[in-house]
Structure formats: structure tokens, C-alpha cells
């Protein structure tokens, strides 16, 4: 997977290999960068411009990336590896952390649903093989709008193994097509802490103080 990387940073141009700051101190690249990944169909943050403002007022550089079927993939993929940190819902916009430079943090924000099981196979477990960092954010009941669509009492919002149980179609249609989120953003803002200090710049801005 290393060798992979290495060889899709030489075929898209891409020049970090590793998530680290700038040597000039007057370069915005001394600051970390947090890339969001924009969903707008399904699984799409209902509150991104608050979440970028928070990520804001933490010393990040933000920006949103919406990837879809039109997107030039060698341009997405510079603005990927300019990222230190990408945040997105759990969906194929994640297949980008491939262009991520060694050493950035990937947070997985995770649907409604119990599905831990699928955020763990499709990306958690090969960002270790990407050597990237990893972090996932599970949402909670009053972050996605599952809770304003079905009655509190319903199987959707208490019951979600009995869902799985009636075949991947209906986990995919209740948990992956008709969800929404909205992340808390006091949580949100403690998993972007964790983020930065997992990353050279926090580290160095540490040892500043």
C-alpha cells in the first residue's frame, strides 16, 4: 500500500508525501489544513458552514471538497494532499484518503445505525496501511434527522440490529439513503483537538509554548 501511494503521488503530481508544516514561517501551509467532505444527496452535514467556522477558530486552514461522477480526479486529489486532516460521512467521497501524505488524521463520521462493522472494513482498517492516523465520530440519536422521521419508539431509532436482520437493502435504504446529519459541534470539536494533536503542527506549536 505504501509503494501504491508513492506511485499515485508521482502519476497526480502530488508533492507531500508527509503531513508536515511549512518551513517558512510565513506560509498559510504552517497551519494545518482540515478538508470537509461535502455530501449533498445523502449523508450530508446539515451544519458544514458552522463545523468549517469551529474548525476555523481551532488554527485550521479549511476547506470543502465535494467529489462526484464530473470531478477531474487529478485536481481533487491535489487539494486532498494539501489536507492534514479529512472529515466525511462515511461513503465512497472517503476513497480520496488515498492521496492523503503520510501522517494525516482521517475522521470517519459515522452514521446512525450500529454501523461500526462497515466503517471498520471499508476504512478504519486500511488507513493503517496508508499510515494514517484514524479517528471516528459516531453520531448519536439527536445528530441525525432518522430522529425526525420515525416515531421515538420505532425499530429504526431503538432497534437497528432488526433492521440489519431484513437484508442489506433495507440497512442501506433507512441507515445510507435517508440520513442526514448534524454533528454536535461541541464533540465535533474535541475530535478535531484530538486531530491536531496527533499532527506535527500541534506537536510543534506545543513544544513552542
Same mark, same amino acid.
Given at each position: 500500500?505504501?509503494?501504491?501511494? %508513492?506511485?499515485?503521488?508521482? %502519476?497526480?503530481?502530488?508533492?507531500? %508525501? ?7 514561517? &510565513?506560509? #498559510? /501551509?504552517? /497551519?494545518?489544513? $482540515?478538508? #470537509?467532505?461535502? /455530501? ?25 471538497? !465535494? ?42 463520521? #459515522?452514521?446512525?445505525?450500529?454501523? !461500526? &462493522? ?9 488507513? +493503517? ?8 465520530? +459516531? ?23 432488526? #433492521? *440489519?436482520?431484513?437484508? &442489506?437493502?433495507?440497512? +442501506?435504504?433507512?441507515? $445510507? ?16 483537538? !484530538?486531530?491536531? +494533536?496527533?499532527?506535527? *503542527?500541534? /506537536?510543534?506549536?506545543? %513544544?513552542?509554548?
Amino acid at each position: 500500500m505504501v509503494d501504491f501511494r %508513492a506511485m499515485l503521488r508521482g %502519476a497526480f503530481g502530488l508533492s507531500r %508525501a508527509a503531513a508536515e508544516p511549512s518551513g517558512d514561517r &510565513w506560509d #498559510i /501551509r504552517r /497551519r494545518p489544513r $482540515l478538508l #470537509i467532505i461535502s /455530501r449533498k444527496n445523502s449523508r450530508a452535514f446539515l451544519n458544514e458552514r458552522a463545523m468549517a467556522d469551529m474548525a476555523m477558530s481551532l488554527g485550521y486552514d479549511v476547506r470543502v471538497g !465535494e467529489p462526484d461522477t464530473n470531478t477531474e480526479v487529478s485536481r481533487f486529489a491535489r487539494l486532498v494532499n494539501s489536507a492534514d486532516v479529512m472529515v466525511g460521512v462515511h461513503g465512497a467521497g472517503l476513497t480520496n484518503m488515498l492521496f492523503l501524505p503520510a501522517g494525516a488524521v482521517l475522521i470517519q463520521v #459515522i452514521p446512525y445505525g450500529g454501523l !461500526e &462493522w462497515l466503517a471498520r472494513g471499508t476504512f478504519e482498517e486500511p488507513s +493503517k496501511d496508508m499510515q494514517l492516523h484514524y479517528i471516528g465520530y +459516531k453520531i448519536q440519536l439527536d445528530e441525525t434527522t432518522l430522529s425526525e422521521q420515525y416515531p421515538k419508539d420505532h425499530p429504526v431509532l431503538t432497534d437497528p440490529l432488526s #433492521i *440489519h436482520k431484513q437484508g &442489506w437493502e433495507a440497512l +442501506k435504504t433507512v441507515y $445510507l439513503e435517508k440520513q442526514n446529519v448534524r454533528p454536535h459541534l461541541g464533540r465535533l470539536k474535541l475530535t478535531f483537538l !484530538e486531530a491536531l +494533536k496527533l499532527l506535527p *503542527h500541534g /506537536r510543534q506549536a506545543k %513544544a513552542n509554548n
